[in-house]
Antibody, heavy 119, light 109 residues
Framework: QVQLQESGPGLVKPSETLSLTCAVS?????????WGWIRQPPGKGLEWIAS???????YYNPSLKSRVTISVDTSKNQFSLKLSSVTAADTAVYSC????????????WGQGTLVTVSS | SYVLTQPPSVSVAPGQAARITCGGY??????VHWYQQQPGQAPVLVVY???DRPSGIPERFSGSNSVNTATLTISRVEAGDEADYYC????????????FGTGTKVTVL
């Protein structure tokens, strides 16, 4: 059973860097899927942030690209997200998901973690 | 970047069919995926690659895709189908490949 679990601070101050990790269990992160981050501001829709393959190939949402870094740690079977210079507009539920490498659908999701940007 | 447009809301009586559209330029040439999101929960994939269902998803959920509109159809709607639904594509070759639709709230009357 594939499971994903996000972890990281629930509160980040404006201008600081948001850092989240997604721990994957039940599946090897090197076994042929992409891994991605999606966020959802309160009361709003889903926004794709970034995706990564274990080899290091990455895709970024251009509206966030200058502030986002996605990385993978194969030794820990996890991947991470860093979003710098956050503002209140970055307040959202952040979810990690496994991404099919052919047509890029998100088949397994973490439960999501609310990150609030506030001083 | 590529835009996917969904109706904000769809209302349907129990037992009837709900049809949720997802409009995008030449979307018929792309693979469309659909997610159901219950309040406070993570999205669940209900249809992928236009019309395939993951294991465990009822046959009542079906999808189609042609020209500029993809459609998710929920047959014999049940109260438990009340949720938000999102379409999604991967715009290959674009600098913004991952795209979600605007979302549709399905209300069961």
């Amino acid at each position: 059973q594939v499971q994903l679990q996000e972890s990281g601070p629930g509160l980040v101050k404006p201008s600081e860097t948001l850092s989240l990790t997604c721990a994957v269990s039940g599946y090897s992160i090197t076994s042929g899927y992409y891994w991605g981050w999606i966020r959802q501001p309160p009361g709003k829709g889903l926004e794709w942030i970034a995706s990564i393959y274990h080899s290091g190939t990455t895709y970024y949402n251009p509206s966030l690209k200058s502030r986002v870094t996605i990385s993978v740690d194969t030794s820990k079977n996890q991947f991470s997200l860093k979003l710098s210079s956050v503002t209140a507009a970055d307040t959202a539920v952040y979810s990690c998901a496994r991404t099919h490498a052919g047509t890029y659908y998100f088949d397994y999701w973490g439960q999501g973690t609310l990150v609030t940007v506030s001083s | 970047s590529y835009v996917l447009t969904q109706p904000p809301s769809v209302s349907v009586a129990p037992g009837q069919a709900a049809r949720i559209t997802c409009g995008g330029y030449d979307i018929g040439s792309k693979s469309v995926h659909w997610y159901q999101q219950q309040p406070g929960q993570a999205p669940v994939l209900v249809v992928y690659d236009d019309s395939d269902r993951p294991s465990g998803i009822p046959e009542r959920f079906s999808g189609s895709n042609s020209v500029n509109t993809a459609t998710l159809t929920i047959s014999r709607v049940e109260a438990g189908d009340e949720a938000d639904y999102y379409c999604q594509v991967w715009d290959v070759g674009s600098d913004h490949p991952g795209v979600f639709g605007t979302g549709t709230k399905v209300t069961v009357l």
